[in-house]
């Protein structure tokens, strides 16, 4: 027996013991050594539950591959990998047109199958990303939301059709994990204006070490928001990335966005979406474009003359320590303690961003 998190029912999570699991027809079995809280994870837990319960959380993490099942390789043993956790159905119409991403029929580690909140986990061999020594298990485990992040940056990138990204002003909406990650591959693109919108004064000493400049940051609490982009953008941005999932964050987004430009929408729903006619019409006149964004692409055999996928596309900026993603952990926590970074997300008691559990 190990010990995992075990969510029971909605709101009843504990801490207790669990059968070490048993890698299945091309599955292995890894040994967890850092896992992220995401911020999906919180209302899991504690509003909407999981599609199954009981089940273990957690889809954000890395560890070593410590045994195999069936027709999987021995030579995979003791190797260090991060786990791609949406695993599509590979029979759907989506997938076998070599859309896996689309695919509704998927299986998903955390969420649909036991996940990563304990000392040990299952995943598909396929799902691996295997870690160059340069890159730590801490930084691995951060992939799966820096992917999500880099999605939707590739996305804004090819709207731009190839102008000159040092000429453009963009702006992202939401300064959690992911509008964080978010600023951080756009600054690393080589964006030199990039506008930062938050809700707490506390979020602006966290953004300006991100590069962001400190006449660049708006804590939408105090200002209109979409004026005050304009008046910062001369008009308006090319690009908008909503990374909060609620209305008047959408609504802001699409004033705030230039004719002819694009607002992307990264952030999970919080509610319904409803506009009013004036702003429904700017979307029309302004000829915007506008691009969901969910989840990541993922393969585990990149072809090196192909444009990498959004997994390996990020673990070389990481590895080549371009992008730093250890700057975002704010809390290092023992499996044993992982309960108080759910309360701390839940009930917003301290300031944070990336917290982290961490396995000797």
């Known amino acids: 027996m190990v010990k995992g998190w075990v969510l029971h029912e909605i709101g009843k999570i504990?801490?207790?013991?669990?059968?070490?699991?048993?890698?299945?027809?091309?599955?292995?079995?890894?040994?967890?050594?850092?896992?992220?809280?995401?911020?999906?994870?919180?209302?899991?837990?504690?509003?909407t539950g999981a599609h199954k319960m009981p089940l273990i959380p957690g889809h954000e993490f890395s560890g070593e591959v410590c045994a195999v099942g069936s027709n999987v390789s021995e030579d995979l043993m003791g190797k260090r990998a991060s786990v791609y956790p949406r695993i599509?159905?590979?029979?759907?119409?989506?997938?076998?047109?070599?859309?896996?991403?689309?695919?509704?029929s998927y299986d998903y580690v955390g969420s649909r199958r036991d996940g990563a909140f304990c000392e040990y986990v299952t995943a598909p061999a396929k799902n691996l990303l295997f870690l160059p020594d340069s890159v730590s298990f801490e930084?691995?485990?951060?992939?799966?939301?820096?992917?999500v992040a880099a999605n939707a940056v590739r996305r804004g990138v090819a709207s731009l059709n190839g102008e000159d990204l040092t000429t453009k002003t963009v702006a992202v909406g939401g300064l959690g994990t992911i509008g964080r990650m978010v600023i951080m591959l756009l600054k690393e693109a080589g964006f030199k204006k990039v506008l930062a919108i938050g809700n707490k004064d506390t979020q602006k000493a966290n953004v300006l070490k991100l590069g962001i400049l400190e006449d660049d940051f708006c804590n939408a609490r105090n200002e209109d928001v979409s004026n005050w982009v304009k008046n910062?953008?001369?008009g308006g941005v090319s690009i908008f990335f909503e990374c909060v999932g609620k209305n008047e964050c959408i609504s802001e987004g699409i004033l705030s966005?230039?004719?002819?430009?694009?607002?992307?929408?990264?952030?999970?729903?919080?509610?319904?979406?409803?506009f009013d006619k004036d702003t429904y019409w700017k979307i029309l006149r302004d000829q915007m474009n506008i691009v969901g964004i969910w989840n990541s692409r993922f393969e585990q055999n990149v072809d090196p003359l192909k444009e990498p996928d959004d997994w390996n596309f990020v673990l070389d900026k990481?590895?080549?320590?371009?992008?730093?993603?250890?700057i975002l952990i704010t809390h290092r926590l023992r499996i044993s303690e992982l309960e108080k970074g759910f309360l701390i997300m839940r009930d917003?008691?301290?300031?944070?961003c990336k917290i982290m559990m961490v396995n000797e």
């Open 257 to 274: 966005v230039a004719p002819a430009g694009t607002l992307i929408l990264v952030g999970n729903p919080y509610s319904d979406m409803k």
């Open 14 to 47: 504990k801490y207790e013991d669990v059968d070490i699991p048993k890698p299945q027809e091309n599955e292995v079995l890894i040994k967890v050594r850092a896992a992220g809280i995401c911020g999906s994870d919180i209302p899991r837990i504690y509003e």
């Open 139 to 147: 930084e691995a485990a951060m992939l799966e939301p820096f992917a």
């Open 318 to 326: 990481i590895s080549k320590k371009t992008l730093k993603p250890e």
């Open 232 to 234: 910062a953008s001369d």
């Open 88 to 104: 599509p159905c590979g029979k759907c119409k989506e997938c076998l047109n070599n859309m896996p991403t689309l695919c509704r």
């Open 348 to 352: 917003k008691t301290e300031d944070y």
